[in-house]
C-alpha cells in the first residue's frame, strides 16, 4: 500500500537532490574555469614579461632579464619550466628544471599567445603558454651593419613558458570536497525537516481518518469535523458529510419504510380478521356470507395493489423497469382511465371540467402514463369535497406535454404540501382513510414522471386548490 507521506518525502528529497547536484555541478565547472582563467592570464603575463628580455647582442640571442634566475625556474621541483627556440627549431634556452628533458612544440601560430595542456617532466599535467615573437636588437651594442644584417635575418623566436597545475587541481578537489559534504549535511538535514513538515502537513489526513473511524454503523449521525482543516480537504470533509446525511436518511427511511408497510398492513389484516370473526360468531344466511367474502376481497385487493405499488417503485428506483415508447394520444389515454371512475365522482356530486388538447400525439410507455393518470385522478377522487369540483387540463408546451389536475376541498397547509410525494404520507395524518389508501399513488407518480423524463410539482392555491402538475417529453429517446 502505497503512503503519501513516503511519496512525498521521496519525492521532495529527489527533488532537492537533483537541484542541488545540478546546481554544484554548475558552481564547480564555474570555478574550474575562472581558476584556470586566472591561471592561464598569470602565465601569459608571465612569458610577455620573459619575451621583453630576450634581445639580439652582437649577432647573438641573449636574456637579459632577471626573471629567468627566478628560483621556481632553478629548482626541480619548483613547479615552473621554460624553454626558448629559434626558427630552426634550435633551442637557445632550456630552464634548469627542465635538466635534459625539452618541452614539447606549439601550434604553429603566427600571433598572439597560445594557451594548451602539456605534458611535464615526471608524466605530471600542465599548462603551457606558447609565444611567437621577434626578439628585439639592442641598438647600442651593436654596428649599423650588424643592425642590419640582424634585421634581415632575425628569427622569430617560440618561447614555451610551463606550469604545474597541481596547485589548482588541489584547490578545486577541496571545493568538491566541499561541495559534496554541504550537499550531504544539506539533504540531511532538508530530509529532517520535510519529515517534519510533511507530518505537520498530513495530521488532518490522519485526523480525518480517526474521524471517519468514530462512525458507527448504527449511528451515522455523526458529523466529521477537523480542527484547522486545510482548504484542499474541505470539499473532501463536506463531501463525506453529505454522504453520511444521505446514508442516514436512506436507513431512516429504510426503517420508516418497515414500520409504515408493517402500520398499513395491520389494518385492513385487522378489518379482515374482525369481518371474518363476525361472521362466523352465529349462523349467517349464504347472501350475509356472500357479502362478507365480497368486503373481504376488497380489502384483499387493495392490498394488493398497495403490494404492486411498493414493486414498481423497487423496480423504478433499482432502474430494472423496462419504458418501452409507443405512440399514444393524450386525451384518449387520459379519457379510457377516467371511465371507470366516472361514476364514483358522480356519486359524490363532483363536477369535473374538462380541458385537454385534443389528438395531442405522444411517444411514451403508455402503460406507466396510465398509472400516473389513475393515481392523479384517485388522489382526486379521494381528497375532493362532496359537491366540490375537479378540473383535468392537458396541452402541449414545445417539446413537452403538461398534465394538469386541480380539485377544491383542500385541507392541508403549505409546509404539508412539501410531503405530498413521500412514500406512506397521507393528507389525513389520523389515518381514518387506512385500508383504501396508503400514501403510495404520488410517490409513484413522481417517480413515474422521472423515470419518463419528466416532472412532477405540487401547486397549492387559494381557498383549498389543490394541484398536480406533471411534464413528460412527447418524444422519449430510445435506449
Not at 148 to 173: C, N, Q, S, Y
Not at 332 to 346: G, I, K, N, Q, Y
Amino acid at each position: 500500500m502505497q503512503s503519501i507521506r513516503k511519496q512525498l518525502l521521496i519525492g521532495a528529497i529527489g527533488a532537492m537532490v537533483a537541484l542541488l547536484v545540478a546546481s554544484g555541478t554548475f558552481l564547480f565547472i564555474m570555478v574550474r574555469k575562472s581558476l584556470l582563467d586566472q591561471f592561464d592570464d598569470a602565465l601569459v603575463e608571465q612569458a610577455e614579461v620573459l619575451s621583453s628580455g630576450v634581445e639580439i647582442k652582437s649577432g647573438l640571442v641573449v636574456f637579459d632579464n632577471e626573471d629567468f634566475d627566478m628560483d621556481e625556474f632553478q629548482r626541480d621541483d619548483g613547479g615552473a619550466y621554460l624553454q626558448i627556440f629559434t626558427d630552426g627549431d634550435v633551442v637557445v634556452y632550456r630552464s634548469p628544471s627542465l635538466k635534459e628533458t625539452s618541452l614539447t612544440y606549439g601550434p604553429d601560430e603566427n600571433e598572439g599567445p597560445v594557451i594548451g595542456w602539456i605534458d611535464l617532466p615526471g608524466g605530471r599535467n600542465g599548462r603551457a603558454a606558447y609565444l611567437y615573437f621577434a626578439p628585439a636588437i639592442d641598438e647600442e651594442d651593436n654596428s649599423e651593419s650588424e643592425i642590419a644584417m640582424a634585421t634581415a635575418r632575425r628569427d622569430r623566436i617560440e618561447l614555451i613558458l610551463a606550469r604545474d597545475i597541481a596547485p589548482v587541481m588541489a584547490t578545486l578537489g577541496r571545493l568538491e570536497l566541499i561541495l559534496l559534504a554541504f550537499g550531504a549535511g544539506t539533504i540531511a538535514i532538508a530530509a529532517a525537516l520535510l519529515h517534519a513538515v510533511i507530518n505537520r502537513a498530513i495530521t488532518p489526513l490522519d485526523a480525518l481518518a480517526s474521524a471517519i473511524g468514530t462512525v458507527k454503523p448504527d449511528d451515522l449521525s455523526t458529523v466529521i469535523a477537523i480542527r484547522g482543516c486545510p482548504a484542499e480537504l474541505r470539499p473532501v470533509v463536506d463531501r463525506l458529510n453529505e454522504m453520511l446525511a444521505c446514508l442516514k436518511q436512506a436507513f431512516d427511511r429504510e426503517r420508516g419504510f418497515s414500520a409504515d408497510v408493517a402500520h398499513e398492513l395491520r389494518t385492513p389484516l385487522a378489518g379482515i380478521r374482525s369481518t371474518l370473526e363476525v361472521a362466523l360468531s352465529r349462523e349467517r344466511t349464504a347472501p350475509e356470507y356472500e357479502s362478507t367474502l365480497r368486503d373481504c376481497l376488497d380489502v384483499a385487493d387493495d392490498m394488493q395493489a398497495m403490494v404492486e405499488n411498493l414493486l414498481t417503485l423497487a423496480r423504478l428506483d433499482s432502474g430494472e423497469f423496462e419504458v418501452v415508447p409507443e405512440e399514444t394520444t393524450l386525451d384518449t389515454l387520459l379519457e379510457s382511465t377516467f371511465a371507470p371512475m366516472r361514476s364514483d365522482f358522480a356519486a359524490r356530486s363532483i363536477n369535473v371540467h374538462w380541458h385537454v388538447e385534443k389528438d395531442l400525439q405522444l411517444e411514451s410507455d403508455t402503460a406507466l402514463l396510465r398509472i400516473v393518470a389513475r393515481n392523479v385522478f384517485d388522489n382526486a377522487l379521494s381528497y375532493t369535497n362532496d359537491g366540490g369540483w375537479v378540473d383535468i387540463a392537458a396541452r402541449s408546451n414545445g417539446a413537452r406535454a403538461v398534465l394538469r389536475v386541480r380539485n377544491s376541498g383542500c385541507g392541508i397547509s403549505r409546509e404539508q404540501a412539501k410531503n405530498v410525494f413521500g412514500r406512506f404520507w397521507q393528507g389525513d395524518t389520523s389515518r381514518s382513510m387506512t385500508g383504501a389508501h396508503y400514501g403510495l399513488g404520488l410517490s409513484l407518480v413522481q417517480k413515474i414522471a422521472i423515470t419518463l423524463g419528466g416532472t412532477a410539482e405540487v401547486e397549492l392555491g387559494e381557498d383549498g386548490v389543490f394541484g398536480i402538475n406533471i411534464t413528460v417529453p412527447k418524444t422519449m429517446l430510445r435506449a
